[in-house]
């Protein structure tokens, strides 16, 4: 598999706004990213993976995904809160070295070895207007590299197979289902890149839920990570295991209609402030914290508005998750202390789950005491833009800013290894979760 080249992606980058769809880069971030000090968390974290067979996988639930992060100070130690896991993450990673990077589409392209014919069709999608619409591009030139098929555009004809690249919309018009099975301008679709798509095809993911699946996906776990709650779940099952990296589950409580949250959340803001979470959401919208009593109703409708006005193709939100809100401690980023997370990435090598570095993301504004949902919103894009100055890249100096050692660090990797290893090998529990 050729090396990636970033002097090459900067010039597409800049060569884009000729084009008429100006690209972003984030080299920023990846520059600053410490290529020998990634590389040693990763060997140490992937020796202690081999050591306790803890990162072995033979199904095809799971090939790329990551896993954030808040830190909370009790008693002088920190304690991490698994904030959200991402079962099909595959945007941001230009952010990361090319070592990690290389992987990260090397875990997306093993899809590739459990279809069984040798002109298969592989969809690789990507949101509308999408400034980091290159790593698509670069994704889909490996997959034509590794496979001999030819990248086309949603309208170009497929009936030999191919790579077909577009976004959501310009896909979308051409997928239906036979018969539960996803079809692409009438030929059976063998691989989709992209849960963003899978989760847009009407009726898709019920099918995923019953595990009709039919194609190979990157990845079917999704349903799971979309749902806050499912996730928290998996956690809280797995409590005695990940503790030895000092994760603490989250209190949570999962909901299914209006009434049911507004009752939810009246009984318990006594204990501590909650953060209301919609299903299925990106970027932070829905997602709302609540204080007090006096304003828990305001909050809920303005979530529940929120996220119907960006998602119409979901409906709504539920089942909604409810959690205590994490006393996070903050870093001194852009000028301010902010409130921050960090993320780390999971994929796939042969048979075996592998983390691949990662990066801390600060939020939009400083962290007061008077709450604003800007001080709590890490997202780099989807909220409010793509943001690349809040990117917190993984070096030694970030780490002292962030407080961390090495060894925290390290655990993080092998704690999301875990994480993804476990949701995999229980994905039909935490089905059966989702559905009940």
């Not at 959501?168 to 018969?179: F, M």
């Not at 190979?216 to 996730?231: F, G, H």
Request: proline share 4%; hydrophobic share 35%.
């Amino acid at each position: 598999m050729k090396e990636i080249r970033p002097g090459k992606i900067e010039d597409i980058i800049n060569y884009s706004k000729f084009l008429g769809f100006k690209q972003i880069s984030v080299k920023e971030i990846r520059e600053k990213q410490d290529p020998n000090l990634i590389r040693k968390l990763y060997e140490d974290s992937v020796s202690y993976l081999r050591e306790n067979s803890k990162n072995k996988i033979s199904n095809d639930k799971f090939f790329l995904g990551s896993v954030d992060f808040m830190v909370e100070k009790k008693d002088e130690e920190n304690i991490f809160r698994v904030i959200e896991a991402n079962g099909g993450s595959s945007r941001g990673l230009s952010s990361l070295t090319p070592f990690c990077w290389k992987r990260c589409y090397k875990g997306l392209i093993s899809t590739i070895n459990f279809v069984q014919k040798p002109c298969p069709l592989v969809l690789i999608a990507y949101p509308k207007n999408d400034k980091l619409f290159y790593e698509k591009l670069i994704l889909s030139d490996y997959f034509s590299d590794e496979t001999g098929l030819e990248t086309k555009l949603p309208s170009e004809d497929i009936e030999k197979g191919g790579i077909v690249l577009g976004s959501y919309p310009n896909v979308l018009n051409y997928i239906e289902l036979k018969n539960g099975v996803p079809h692409f301008k009438g030929k059976k679709i063998d691989v989709m890149v992209g849960d963003g798509l899978a989760r847009r095809i009407p009726s898709y993911t019920e099918k995923i839920l019953e595990n009709e699946i039919n194609i190979t996906l990157a990845n079917p776990i999704y349903p799971i990570t979309d749902e806050k709650a499912s996730i928290y779940n998996v956690v809280k099952e797995n409590r005695d295991k990940l503790k030895e990296f000092n994760i603490e589950p989250l209190e949570f409580w999962r909901v299914h209609d209006k009434q049911e949250l507004i009752d939810i959340v009246e009984k318990n803001l006594d204990k501590s402030d909650l953060v209301i979470k919609p299903a299925r959401g990106s970027g932070g919208r829905g997602i709302e914290v609540i204080k007090n009593q006096k304003n828990a109703l305001s909050k809920i409708n303005k979530s529940l508005d929120e996220f119907s006005e960006e998602f119409s193709y979901k409906k709504e939100g539920f089942p909604y998750t409810i959690t205590e809100k994490v006393n996070s401690k903050p870093v001194y980023w852009l000028g301010s202390n902010r409130n921050f997370d960090l993320r780390i990435y999971v994929t796939r090598l042969d048979e075996e789950l592998i983390p691949c570095g990662g990066l801390g993301r600060a939020a939009l504004a400083p962290k007061t005491e008077e709450y604003k949902k800007e001080s709590f919103v890490v997202n780099l894009s989807g909220y409010e833009g793509l943001d690349i100055n809040r990117g917190i890249p993984f070096n030694k100096d970030n780490f002292e800013k962030l407080g961390l050692s090495e060894e925290e660090v390290t655990n993080l990797l092998k704690a999301s290894t875990i994480l993804f290893k476990k949701t995999v090998d229980n994905y039909k529990k935490s089905f059966n979760y989702i559905k009940d």
